[in-house]
């Protein structure tokens, strides 16, 4: 995660990176173990699904993008991070089926 970041041209401080993945993680009991300061320092993956949704907020806050659905933000957070890797994320296919409840489809 931390080469990803590092290497991602997210133009955010690393300060507010830090922060924001502070309020992404659980709570950790016993944090003070060989095994919580081990989880203390990486997230699994809902921590790492929430840090990219906080990611996405803030990188896009004040700009013309902060109207945008967190999903279309979220993928322009992924596309700077996996190009770190040379990876491209497979863009998904969504197709909406509307059912019409007009008076001809009662009779």
Known sequence: MKLLLDDAE???????????????????????????????????????????????????LGTELEEEQLGTKIGYILDEMFAT???????PIIKVEYESSSDEDDQ
């Open 85 to 91: 890797i040379r990876v491209e994320r497979n863009i």
């Open 10 to 60: 997210l133009s955010l401080p690393k300060k507010k990176i830090a922060h924001l993945f502070g309020l992404s993680k659980q709570t950790i009991i016993e944090d003070n173990t060989s095994r919580g300061i081990f989880m203390a320092e990486r997230l699994v993956l809902v921590e790492f699904l929430e840090f990219i949704g906080r990611l996405a907020l803030l990188k896009f």
